[in-house]
């Protein structure tokens, strides 16, 4: 695997600092004096004011809340980073263009000059932290400046009224389309729940009513009053579903009426002759305690009390008085339960007048909800097309001149010192890559970890020029390191381009601190043979003058044999 390390890099540039310093100078020298020829370019500018679109609310959800995202035409809401794209969009600054390339052409008729290149004279930047835009634009005729902008100013402007009206004409033709569409819708749904309230005996009011309206006749008449979009009604957005709760409670107290009407015949029932329980059930209804006989009763009880105070029970007065009362309680028995069994009559009437399945009544509501969403949905497609009307008559645009335009007292220079740092990089990047491309061409080895990882073994030992000295401490290490591994035959592999003298004097140092090895060097890959297969293998090589095709084939070479390189003296 090949491996690129930022140690790498750096000893890449300082081994080619010359060259590549040399062009870079050159480069950056280049960039200068081409700034001092380019021409003076001068600035002018003006500001504007984005309104703050935010606090523009769509009137639908003025009228009803959960309306406030019907339509996706958002026309109010117009995105503050649109308008700084419209500014600098071809609609307006083509006209503003074709101005400036007329007048270049009656200067000069072979001008090439392209929008493109044109645009990029115009700057919008937002100021941080506002909603203002500066608008700027740079030119080298200082008169072309002050009529541009203002150009610019008024194809803005132009465009800003006449996107406006645009928009309000689009939104009011689909609102017209809308209303067309939910006058049917509701027509539909409206015509619906009356049938079916027809078909079921139940009554649908669409109108606010402020006089009862009669349901049945059934057992006695209920009145009701119900109108679905009453100014509550459409306040808390649902509708009024007052017809099936009156009916519903009409059912129910139907109901509990005759369980009421059993159980005071249950006790009538119980009381058998009880003369005062049968007296106290009959005084509890109005209707029978307010009668002749409830009067009767009344007065023979006020005698019964009298006599009592005089006579005793066996007064044949007393007994006579007593019979006569027990004769009308039976009586006013038989007038009770017959005055009950008729109201529960009335109560059974009155309840199966009511009664309506549970499917029925669900039913009826979800049609009325339906009618009341198209209504609801209906009146407010209406209310917002009149505002829509209110706000065509309102032309206002969406932002305001703060400056007029302007022209920038002085001209503006080159920026030397980009151009410089431009030039200094661009000649740097082309210099290093002449370098890069020649040493990758000339296939030798640069770094120590590559010639490691290429000749699969270790650099034993560094040595410097100058210490080619069998005293030295490098050699007098080699010496040791040799003794160590029992070294008796050494082949020492001194592969690098051109001649070099370095192979013959570390054998020669060799020969002189350890005279028994038997010291070979190889110079060439044709002499290396089966012989040397038992011999200790050093190869010996300065960076960069061993090429990795050598030693990719003297890999191949000593798997032949089995063998490897056994250590790397590097020449520093």
């Known amino acids: 695997n090949d491996y690129v390390e930022l140690g790498e ?15 870079s100078f050159i480069s950056s020298l280049i960039a200068l004096l081409y700034s001092f020829s380019l021409n003076k370019n001068w600035e002018g500018q003006f500001q504007i004011a984005i309104k703050n679109q935010s606090t523009i609310i769509n009137p639908l959800s003025l009228i009803n809340p959960a309306l406030s995202g019907f339509t996706n035409l958002e026309v109010y809401n117009k995105a503050f980073k649109t308008e700084v794209a419209i500014l600098e969009s ?37 100021k941080k932290d506002t909603s203002i835009l500066d608008i700027s634009y740079r030119d080298k005729d200082k008169e072309n400046i002050i009529p541009v902008l203002n150009k610019i100013n008024s194809a803005y402007q132009e465009y800003s009224s006449k996107n406006k009206r645009n928009e309000l004409n689009l939104y009011k033709d689909f609102l017209k389309k809308q209303i067309i569409l939910f006058q049917d819708k509701s027509f539909e749904s409206l015509k619906e729940a009356k049938e079916f309230a027809i078909d079921n005996n139940l009554i649908f009011n669409t109108l606010e009513s402020t006089f009862p309206i009669p349901i049945n006749n059934l057992g006695g008449d209920i009145f009701f009053n119900f109108s679905p979009f009453s100014s509550s009604n459409l306040s808390t957005g649902r509708p009024n579903f007052s017809t099936n709760t009156q009916i519903e409670g009409i059912r129910i107290a139907a109901s509990n009426e005759i369980k009421k009407i059993d159980l005071q015949l249950k006790q009538i029932k119980n009381f058998g002759n009880n003369i005062e329980k049968l007296q106290y059930i009959g005084s509890s209804i109005p209707e029978i305690y307010e009668n002749e006989l409830s009067k009767s009763i009344a007065k023979i009880d006020k005698l019964l009390l009298e006599k009592s105070l005089n006579y005793s029970e066996a007064d044949f007065e007393i007994k006579r008085l007593v019979e006569q009362k027990t004769l009308l309680v039976n009586g006013m028995k038989k007038r009770v339960v017959g005055f009950l069994n008729d109201r529960r009559l009335e109560a059974e009437a009155r309840m199966t007048a009511a009664t309506r399945s549970k499917e029925v009544l669900l039913k009826f509501e979800a049609l009325i909800n339906k009618f009341y969403k ?13 505002l829509s009307h209110l706000e065509a008559s309102r032309q206002e645009d969406p932002w305001i001149l703060i400056t007029e335009p302007r022209l920038f007292p002085n001209a503006i220079l080159a920026d030397k010192k980009k151009l410089v740092l431009v030039g200094f990089i661009f000649g740097f990047l082309i210099a290093s890559g002449i370098m890069f491309y020649k040493e990758f061409k000339k296939g030798v080895i640069y770094d120590k970890k590559k010639l490691e990882i290429k000749s699969g073994s270790s650099i034993i030992q560094e040595i410097e020029r100058n210490a080619f000295d069998a005293d030295s401490e490098q050699f007098l290490f080699i010496r040791d390191f040799l003794k160590l591994k029992s070294v008796s035959d050494l082949c020492l592999l001194n ?25 070979l060097e190889i110079k060439s890959l044709k002499d290396f043979n089966y012989n040397l297969s038992n011999s200790f293998i050093l190869l010996i090589t300065k960076l960069g003058s061993l090429k990795l095709s050598k030693i990719n084939l003297l890999k191949r070479r000593l798997e032949k044999f089995d063998k490897n390189i056994s250590g790397i003296i590097l020449i520093d």
Request: glycine share 4%; proline share 3%.
């Open 9 to 23: 890099i750096f000893s890449f540039l300082y081994r080619n600092k010359k060259f590549i310093g040399t062009i």
């Open 90 to 126: 071809p609609l307006v600054l083509m006209p503003v263009f074709n101005l400036i390339k007329s007048d270049e052409l009656k200067i000069n008729r072979s001008s090439d000059l392209n929008f493109e290149d044109w645009k990029n004279n115009i700057k919008v930047q937002i």
């Open 374 to 386: 198209d209504q609801s949905t209906l009146n407010n497609l209406e209310n917002q097309l009149f």
């Open 495 to 519: 592969l690098d381009e051109g001649y070099n003298s370095y192979g013959d004097s570390f054998v020669k140092n060799i020969n002189k601190n350890s005279p028994k090895i038997n010291v």
